[in-house]
């Protein structure tokens, strides 16, 4: 299906089957004769009008691609949150240890080698955990957009 219009009337649409041709614009124009005779055409059509002055008129598609990449892309987005949530929270609890050692470092009371030691192997949990949980972070405030965009995904056409 092929639409034209007039640039002197661009509310009347002209529909015909087929592709834009010199055809299609010959029937436009048979049908454009008809309302002309009938007195529907809210124009006055110069004399010598040809089917070379219809205008195609080009359906606007709305870019269903583009709303499936951003839907794909949301389901990465919070899929990534999922992953680095179950990070933080595997990390959590040994990091937290590893803190509380910390204060150690911060006191008069002495401290044998082997507490440093296992305090610098536990910095490696410590460093480990806050940078997922800075990633986790940065993700979720992501994913908060992500999740609108699917909540309007899946909204049914009458809400």
């Given at each position: 299906?092929?639409?034209?219009?007039?640039?002197?009337?661009?509310?009347?649409?002209?529909t015909?089957?087929g592709?834009?041709?010199?055809?299609?614009?010959e029937?436009?124009?048979?049908?454009?004769?008809?309302?002309?005779d009938?007195?529907?055409l809210?124009t006055?059509l110069?004399?010598?009008?040809?089917?070379?002055?219809?205008i195609?008129?080009?359906e606007?598609?709305?870019?269903?691609?583009?709303?499936?990449?951003a839907?794909?892309?949301?389901?990465?987005?919070?899929?990534?949150l999922?992953?680095?949530?179950l990070?933080v929270?595997d990390?959590?609890?040994?990091?937290l240890?590893?803190?509380?050692?910390?204060d150690?470092?911060?006191?008069?009371?002495?401290?044998?080698?082997e507490e440093i030691?296992?305090l610098?192997?536990?910095f490696?949990?410590l460093k480990?955990?806050a940078?997922?949980?800075?990633?986790?972070?940065?993700a979720r405030?992501?994913?908060?957009q992500a999740?609108?965009?699917?909540?309007?995904a899946?909204?049914?056409?009458?809400?």
């Amino acid at each position: 299906m092929v639409q034209y219009s007039l640039a002197q009337s661009p509310e009347v649409i002209l529909t015909v089957s087929g592709k834009d041709s010199a055809k299609a614009r010959e029937k436009a124009m048979d049908q454009l004769m008809e309302l002309m005779d009938a007195g529907k055409l809210p124009t006055n059509l110069a004399e010598g009008f040809s089917p070379s002055q219809l205008i195609e008129v080009k359906e606007l598609e709305t870019d269903v691609a583009s709303d499936e990449d951003a839907v794909t892309q949301a389901v990465q987005v919070l899929s990534n949150l999922a992953t680095l949530k179950l990070k933080v929270q595997d990390s959590r609890a040994e990091a937290l240890k590893v803190r509380a050692q910390v204060d150690i470092l911060f006191s008069d009371k002495s401290v044998s080698e082997e507490e440093i030691s296992q305090l610098k192997d536990g910095f490696k949990v410590l460093k480990t955990f806050a940078q997922v949980n800075l990633r986790y972070q940065e993700a979720r405030s992501k994913a908060e957009q992500a999740r609108t965009v699917l909540d309007q995904a899946l909204k049914s056409p009458e809400e």
